[in-house]
């Protein structure tokens, strides 16, 4: 497995298992992006259940169902809708996102991703890091619309983020109290708009990461990724606009 790089934070939750780790017996919970980067915030066994809290999938109802689980139906589409309903038709007070093309699911990512949550009071949303399966082949660092657009517009306009691993990344978790108070974009740009939103509202102290060692699923072509890029593009420069960063008209806005 690739080892741990430089430009990784050291500032995340372990998922325990294979990478070397100073809490083997279970996430290593570790300060924020803005906090202490040595002395743990968390015991190293986290408590045996998580109450009141949920999952979201976005996957097809077919297979949902057959897995038991309560399906609800997006009366739009979008990703972003998809999840903004799911909020809307749950309870509870800690809400896990996961992405539904992964094609090697590791159960562990939940616990691994409630963790900071459950241990420290001042985190409030959770991002999942982690390498990729390209080819075969396990890559640091995330994905062509990670790489070209997201995390350079991140490193010029939000430097406090640029250590974000993968800020597109569907897989993150965060309290009911605060997903209550954040726009859902409707597409692709919903990532990207948490993260954003909650640094805008709570500070960067609020959002931890953790590391959930690898993300197999399938990838897109050039022309969905075009479109992905634009909905990022759109969100963050939405996001410029509304902080009185970039003039209104200087770009047409998208939902």
């Known amino acids: 497995h690739a080892p741990h790089h430089s430009h990784r934070p050291a500032i995340f939750s372990e998922l325990a298992g294979q990478r070397q780790s100073d809490c083997a017996n279970g ?10 980067r040595t002395n743990p915030i968390c015991p190293k066994q986290l408590p045996q259940s998580i109450p009141r809290a949920v999952v979201l999938i976005t996957m097809v109802a077919e297979m949902a169902a057959r897995a038991g ?3 609800v139906t997006s009366l739009l589409p979008g990703k972003g809708e998809a999840m903004w309903r799911g909020l809307a038709e749950t309870d509870a007070d800690v809400v896990v996102f996961l992405d539904a093309d992964l094609e090697r699911f590791d159960p562990r990512y939940i616990p691994a991703l409630v963790g900071p949550l459950l241990c420290d009071p001042a985190i409030s949303f959770v991002k999942g890091a982690y390498d990729r399966d390209i080819a075969g082949d396990l890559t640091v660092g995330g994905g062509r619309v990670t ?3 997201a995390r350079p517009l991140l490193a010029a306009f939000w430097p406090e983020l640029s ?7 569907g897989e993150y978790a965060g ?3 605060l997903l209550e108070r ?4 409707r597409g692709y740009g919903v990532d ?5 939103d909650t640094a805008e509202l709570l500070g960067v102290s609020s959002i931890a990461q953790v590391d959930l060692h690898e993300r197999h699923h399938s990838h897109s072509d050039l022309q969905s990724l075009g479109l992905m890029a634009a909905e990022v593009l759109h969100t963050i420069l939405d996001r ?10 200087a770009v047409s806005s998208t939902s």
């Open 147 to 149: 790489e070209l657009t």
């Open 240 to 249: 410029l606009i509304a902080q009185g960063r970039l003039a209104a008209d």
């Open 163 to 169: 250590e974000v691993v993968q800020p597109l990344g």
């Open 69 to 71: 689980a309560r399906v």
């Open 182 to 185: 954040l726009p859902f974009r």
């Open 175 to 177: 309290r009911r109290d």
């Open 27 to 36: 996430p290593c919970i570790q300060r924020s992006l803005a906090g202490n």
């Open 192 to 196: 990207v708009g948490l993260l954003l």
